[in-house]
């Protein structure tokens, strides 16, 4: 045989056994009680939710780094004394108060979106012991 050949014959293999998979997928949902179906949608939603948190409370931390690096950058630039112009180290000097209001601002935002979180980490336990009572009541029924 010549590698297409056996190339082919991988994907073949491959596509069968996802089929197989989606097929015990299937089926073992069609046995599941609405209630489990209900706890599983529960779970995987406010996980959802916990990972879009996360993402959200990462975005404002790097975003508020940079704006620390740009503070910094623009500190320097106004201590060095290469900036002799007075309408541009005004200039300067209400750039730097507008990046610091912005890093407020994403240092707001990195609290409420880990506050959140930890609120949201809670009911995810909740729901994911919840959602195993609901798993071992209906696999003692099967």
Do not use: C
Request: hydrophobic residues 40%; without cysteine; glycine residues 4%.
């Amino acid at each position: 045989m010549d590698i297409a050949k056996l190339y082919e014959l991988q994907k073949i293999d491959t596509n069968m056994l996802k089929v197989r998979r989606r097929v015990a997928q299937i089926r073992q949902q069609q046995g599941e009680s609405d209630e489990l179906k209900a706890a599983r949608a529960a779970a995987a939603a406010t996980q959802a939710e916990q990972e879009h948190l996360r993402a959200a409370e990462l975005d404002a931390e790097l975003l508020s780094e940079q704006l620390v690096e740009r503070i910094h950058d623009a500190e320097q630039r106004l201590m060095s004394g290469t900036v002799r112009n007075p309408k541009e180290l005004e200039s300067l000097q209400a750039s730097i108060e507008a990046l610091k209001r912005q890093r407020a601002g994403a240092e707001e935002a990195a609290m409420t979106a880990f506050q959140r979180g930890e609120e949201v980490t809670a009911r995810l336990a909740r729901e994911q012991a919840a959602l195993a009572e609901v798993e071992r009541t209906w696999q003692a029924g099967q």
